[in-house]
């Protein structure tokens, strides 16, 4: 289908998971899905197809339980966004938790060091950058020391490789150790962005020891990855991109460390599952993951959903 013609609309809601297989989005962005199905709306528009509906963020939590996911885990990893999850975590207790972090690619644009990457995307700096990268992982400190009831994790912090040039590849593993530090010293799991960089990430977890409950957010790995990662007892995260075709690598991972090291996530607004990749994610997805994983290890997705409902809740305690 060309671009002019894509179906931009939202995808149907799941069929709903049962009572007793309810599950958590690991990581999300409730917020950001607002503005992003508002740009999806106005390019429909452009094309002469209809609206798009924008939904708040009350609706869309409440979508999302009705399909049976119960519970999201959102990421703020700019330095304005680190209190918006906070803030949606205290507006919605016990349904929201917050990750909270400098994302690998802005830790390198604090204090204008940034460099272009193999993406090709010029490098852009925002008025909050001119505030250092140790300023920035201090706000990250604070604001995890005073909401330690929204706080479960420090996320996402890692290595990007893609959108970062290769100048600025130490100052962004500089950011990632204090990351690690601050998730051990917390005691808090950390949550990893791992964008064509999986060497460069798992020579500095082991380098500097990772913390006890380390998580790949939207793993990308393959299964000797995976191997690496069972033998360190590292937790796998597994959004829409495990259900894209090819991706089998994805899927055999999650056989290899064991559904008490898996969980889902939807990363939304981005990395929808099939067959609705391309269009507007949301927490009320995560049933289209969890089919896609269940087809593939062979079991129900009942089974499946229940697994990593237990596996959230031993590493982040929701």
């Known amino acids: 289908m060309s671009r002019k013609h894509r179906d931009r609309n939202w995808a149907p809601a799941p069929e709903a998971l049962p009572a007793d297989a309810r599950v958590v989005d690991n990581h999300t962005h409730v917020a950001s899905v607002v503005p992003f199905s508002e740009a999806m709306s106005h390019e429909a528009q452009e094309r002469g197809q209809d609206p798009v509906p924008v939904y708040s963020v009350d609706e869309l939590l409440r979508q999302a339980a009705d399909v049976g996911v119960e519970g999201v885990i959102d990421c703020g990893c700019e330095l304005p966004d680190l209190m918006t999850a906070v803030d949606m975590a205290r507006e919605h207790p016990g349904s929201v938790h917050a990750a909270i972090a400098i994302h690998p690619n802005e830790s390198v644009l604090h204090g204008h060091r940034g460099a272009p990457g193999p993406d090709g995307l010029p490098v852009r700096y925002k008025p909050w950058h001119d505030v250092g990268i140790d300023d920035a992982i201090a706000e990250v400190h604070r604001i995890a020391v005073a909401y330690p009831k929204q706080v479960v994790a420090i996320g996402e912090t890692g290595m990007d490789l893609f959108r970062t040039g290769e100048s600025a590849k130490e100052l962004q593993r ?25 060497r460069d990430v798992i020579e500095t977890l082991l380098a500097d020891g990772a913390p006890r409950r380390t998580v790949f957010h939207s793993y990308s790995g393959d299964a000797e990855m995976a191997r690496i ?28 460390v064991g559904l008490d090291h898996v969980m889902v996530e939807t990363d939304a607004p981005y990395l929808t599952p099939m067959p609705y990749r391309g269009r507007t994610n949301a927490p009320y997805m995560i049933p289209y993951t969890l089919h896609s994983l269940a087809r593939y290890l062979q079991m129900s997705v009942e089974d499946v959903a229940r697994a990593t409902r237990a596996t959230t809740r031993e590493v982040y305690g929701v």
């Not at 829409?240 to 991706?247: D, L, Q, R």
């Not at 089998?248 to 290899?256: L, Q």
Request: cysteine-free; aromatic content about 8%; charged content about 30%.
């Open 174 to 198: 500089d950011a990632f150790r204090a990351h690690i530090a601050l998730a051990k010293e917390l005691d808090l799991p950390m949550q990893i962005h791992d964008r064509d960089a999986h």
């Open 229 to 256: 990662a069972r033998e360190h007892g590292w937790y796998l995260s597994l959004s829409g991109t495990s259900s894209y075709k090819g991706n089998d690598g994805i899927r055999e991972s999650a056989r290899i």
